[in-house]
């Protein structure tokens, strides 16, 4: 394992990893989602009964009639919705699939009286019912979204569906209608009312009874998501954040992105001694961590442990993002899962820093050059501001941010300015002009979090659109020139993902593996910015500290990689309101409030 990260055997790693989620859920979820599969073709294609799988469609749910071709249609889209639960082992999915298939085995001989069909369905109810012992995860954090994404992704299924209905029956439809009048159909049908075509037999019948149960499937599954009972999303609690503190007071000072874990939308486990924690939040069904565990290094096996037990028992994907090599160390011993290197961490020793020198000479002239144009610099802890200047500070920083969607989690605090947090840096950047903007001379914004008694990690740079071009250079080397005065000795920067691949892949002698892979992570620098914050951050000659993922199979890459997006804000699966409909809530606002409430709750 590079970085550091030990290496295993395979079977030693499997014996450290201990069970694996069990085959059965799995294996469950997708015969369901095969039954599904073929009852919905049951139901929807004439053609299917007299093909090849004729023996297969004869079994399943709801082969013939009207009535039957819309329970069959009914239970595939059912089974179908159930699968993804069942494969994870969801205890409400197993009571679902419990009810529907002794329902679907009922409703076969009551129409079909075929008993073949009723086995069919207590086969599959059979392995449900002995490994029931196995389907005991809880539910997800929810919110009522999900009944907006279940209409919009229910009725746009139907719709599609639907058009498969109308159109499959060819040589029974009256006349030859238009796309407009199949699609005025299925709309009608979804709603339960009679369309523009017609048919021959007993074919109309089929076709509305098949709509109307999509439609009654899109109302009942939306209905259920809006006023289901609620399972939220976990946050973290005043006493949460006191305890947390507490450890980052004694032990703060080994991981720089420690302070971070104080994010009020993450949820905490401790250590059985209290002694150690793991911050996380759940996106995608993925139990996302990020950095080092906080603590005693002693302690952190019992608060993996516990982190460990409660994605087991809600089913979620374990994952670690950007921890250091010692916590990847301890994670991949006490849970075998693996590790791999994501990137590297800028850190400046400011001891070391000068401005002298020729490799520093890009930078000393941008900052020589930026100071005669007018600008200064003030550097400060958090409590040394009024309220003000940081209010507006936070303006400035909402309105500079350049997206709807607030960007970061395991380097940002998400917060500016408040009163627990008095020991975070602010560097501001400020240049009198005629006009002053509508934040006065105010034109950039750096904010750093406490790493330890001795350091500061970054946590967002912010700047004015209109000012000059190196503000982020200017207020850096403010920020390192004023640390010595502020008891700082070291100051992390950015994260640089990929970085030695961006490094070795640019020098000569690379292979062709190495320079296909650094083209593609240029390519991919468009949109992510992988490359510029690794240029960025090498301009002020830093020591680079690997950081790693931590996963359970390299099958989940993919997933965890997503999620990760999501909570640093790079993709957003929500349905955001117009700007004009949002309600105007500042950062400041926003914080103003969250303090007044905590000093009620104190009250």
């Known amino acids: 394992m590079s970085g550091g990260v030990p290496a295993r055997s395979h079977w030693v790693r499997r014996v450290l990893r201990g069970p694996r989620p069990e085959a059965v859920p799995v294996l469950v979820g997708r015969a369901c989602a095969l039954v599904g599969l073929l009852d919905i073709a049951a139901g929807v294609f004439p053609r299917f009964r007299h093909s090849r799988m004729h023996a297969i469609a004869e079994v399943l749910p709801g082969a013939l009639g009207p009535f039957a071709a819309a329970l069959s249609l009914s239970a595939g889209v059912l089974l179908l919705l159930l699968a993804h639960g069942l494969k994870r082992a969801k205890r409400r999915a197993w009571r679902a699939a419990v009810v529907l298939l002794p329902a679907g085995a009922v409703a076969q001989f009551t129409y079909r009286h075929s008993l073949v069909g009723v086995l069919i369905s207590l086969a ?64 009608y049908g979804l709603f339960g009312f009679e369309g523009p075509v017609d048919y021959h037999g007993n074919t109309s019948w089929t076709v509305a009874f098949s709509l109307g149960a999509l439609g009654l499937l899109t109302a009942i599954t939306t209905i259920y998501l809006a006023f289901r009972p609620e399972h939220p999303a976990a946050r973290l609690t005043e006493e949460d954040e006191a305890r947390l503190r507490a450890l980052l007071d004694k032990h703060g ?55 460990m037990d409660e994605a087991k028992a809600h089913s979620w994907t374990p994952a670690v993002m950007g921890c250091s090599e010692t916590g990847g160390e301890v994670w991949t011993r006490e849970t075998g899962l693996d590790a791999l290197e994501l990137g590297d961490e800028a850190v400046v020793d400011v001891a070391d820093f000068s401005l002298a020198g020729r490799a520093m000479r890009n930078v000393r002239q941008m900052v020589k050059r930026i100071e005669r144009a007018g600008y200064e610099t003030r550097v400060r802890r958090v409590r040394d501001l009024g309220e003000a200047e940081l209010d507006r500070i936070r303006r400035a920083a909402e309105d500079w941010r350049g997206t709807d969607t607030e960007r970061g989690f395991s380097m940002a605090l998400g917060r500016i300015g408040d009163p627990a947090d008095g020991d975070c840096l602010i560097a501001t950047a400020h240049k009198q002009e005629d006009q002053p903007g509508p934040y006065g001379d105010l034109k950039a914004v750096l904010h750093f979090v406490p790493w330890g008694t001795d350091g500061a990690s970054l946590d967002l740079m912010r700047r004015d659109r209109s000012a000059d071009p190196g503000m982020n250079e200017l207020l850096i080397v403010a920020a390192l ?65 690997p950081r790693f993922v931590v996963y359970r199979a390299s099958g989940d890459l993919p997933r965890i990689g997503f999620a990760a997006m999501q909570a640093e804000g790079f993709v957003n699966l929500a349905l955001p309101l117009p700007r004009f409909l949002r309600p105007r809530t500042t950062p400041a606002r926003a914080c103003a409030h969250a303090t007044a409430e905590r000093n009620v709750r104190a009250a």
């Open 253 to 307: 000072g080994r991981d720089s992105l420690g302070h971070f874990a104080l994010r009020r939308d993450k949820a905490v486990v401790f250590s059985p001694s209290g002694k150690a924690a793991v911050t996380y939040r759940v996106v995608s069904g993925v139990m996302l961590a990020s950095g080092d565990p906080i603590g005693d290094v002693e302690a952190w096996p019992g608060a993996i442990e516990r982190f």
């Open 124 to 187: 599959l109810l059979a392995p449900l019912l002995h490994h029931r012992d196995q389907f005991r995860a809880l539910p997800d954090p929810r919110s009522r979204w999900r009944a907006l994404a279940n209409f919009v992704l229910m009725g746009a299924g139907s719709l599609t569906l639907g058009l498969v209905i109308v159109s499959v029956h060819p040589n029974r439809m009256v006349g030859d209608p238009s796309l407009a009048d199949r699609i005025a159909h299925v709309l």
């Open 481 to 545: 020139q004023a640390a010595p005065r502020l008891g700082i000795t070291r100051v992390s920067l950015n994260f640089a993902m990929f970085r030695s691949a961006l490094a070795r892949g640019e020098k000569i002698g690379a292979g062709p593996v190495l320079r296909a892979w650094r083209g593609l992570l240029v390519f991919l620098s468009r949109w992510f910015q992988i490359e510029s914050l690794y240029k960025f951050n090498a301009k002020f000659r830093p020591r680079w500290e």
